[in-house]
């Protein structure tokens, strides 16, 4: 099987360098075109980027030249460009590429509202990706751009969906302690982390606070009618490398008992692991039993960094029920996310031209 040509936009950046690293061996996608800025075009990769993650610069990305994230340089080299770009480029860049004709899998925030554009994670609301086609007939884009939410959000509405199904949520409240590598690099100074939290980022509770209902609405044919639920968020930055842990308390039309929670959250399986797609985790949530777990150092990898990580599912005195959670805010909470978000696409048929090996089964363990 010959693989589908990929590019990556934002490839020197803390989630463009994941991308990297999880397609270097891609069983579906080649990378052919790394882009990034003005001060790093033209140079080859492995002297520009500064590679802050475990392991060295894939051999095979090493030697490629950085070229700009612009239809004319990525013409004719593939058609699908996964993108690390900050907010501020993604929201001219990326329609100009979906206009362009490729399709876009995009990191950033620009787009993610936005009523054609889907917010997709394959094991929560699959059926929105629907929405590319009347995005394409919409804005006459022979391409498309699909969104995967932001990375707090990611880890929630995972976990969210299965118990929303069960239970149906009205009430939410979180309290995110938000890894550094979650500010991109060079990020929040050491002087300003180190021994520290910090009470804010910006943007980020409001992400947190309207990204779930988008993702756990009704897709109504033409566009998704949010869920009804309310959420209440505060988000921190804490001295923590990678991985988001959040403590969340909830409420549901009735209150459920821990078990049955433990029970849906253990058992819970998606599409993607359905189809066995190759990034897709065994299991999108898992459910520890120790008192003090999870811990980012000890439990962020597992699932390959594709998993939820639930503990402490425990009743709470003001909602019924609070648990404690965490997720790889550069895995599935960005390059993994999106990297599942395209193989499901290309299951489903979105590119034309490449046939996944039906026969592939890698799912992360
Ligand atoms: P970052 O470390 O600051 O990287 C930004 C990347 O964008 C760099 O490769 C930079 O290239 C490139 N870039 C900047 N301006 C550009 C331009 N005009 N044209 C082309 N490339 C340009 O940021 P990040 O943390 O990787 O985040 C990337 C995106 O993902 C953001 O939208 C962010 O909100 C989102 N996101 C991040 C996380 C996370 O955990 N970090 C999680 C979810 C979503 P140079 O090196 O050449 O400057």
Sequence with gaps: MSKL???????TGAVGQRFVQLLADHPWFEIVALAASEQSAGRKYGAAVHWVLERDVPAAVREQEIIRATPEQLRGCCSLLFSA????QARFLEPELAAAGFAVFSNASAYRME????????????????LIRMQQAKRHWPGFIVTNPNCSTTHLAGVLKPL??????????V????????????????MDLLDNVVPYIPGEEQKL???????????????????????SAHANRVAVRDGHTEVVSLEFQHRPAVAEVVDILRTFR????????????????????ENDRPQPLRDRMRGRGMANIVGRVRECPLFHIKLVL???????????????????????GYFPDFTPDSDYTGAAS
């Design 5 to 11: 040509k990929v590019g990556i936009l934002g490839a």
């Design 326 to 348: 965490l997720g790889h805010n550069t895995i599935r909470g960005a390059a993994g996310g999106s990297i599942l978000n395209a193989e499901l696409l290309a299951r489903q």
């Design 175 to 190: 309290v995110t302690m938000q890894a550094a590598s979650g500010a991109g690099y060079p990020g929040v100074s050491f």
């Design 164 to 173: 929303h199904d069960a239970f149906h949520l009205r009430k939410v409240l």
């Design 115 to 130: 009523e054609d554009v889907p917010l997709l994670i394959p094991e929560v609301n699959p059926e929105h990706a629907a």
């Design 209 to 231: 606070e309207s990204e779930p209902r988008k993702l756990l609405g009704q897709f109504a044919g033409d566009h998704i009618v949010p869920a009804d639920f309310i959420i």
């Design 85 to 88: 770009l900050p907010a501020d």
């Design 270 to 289: 998606g599409l993607p692991q359905r189809l066995q797609l190759p990034t897709a985790p065994p299991r999108p949530i898992i459910v520890l039993a």
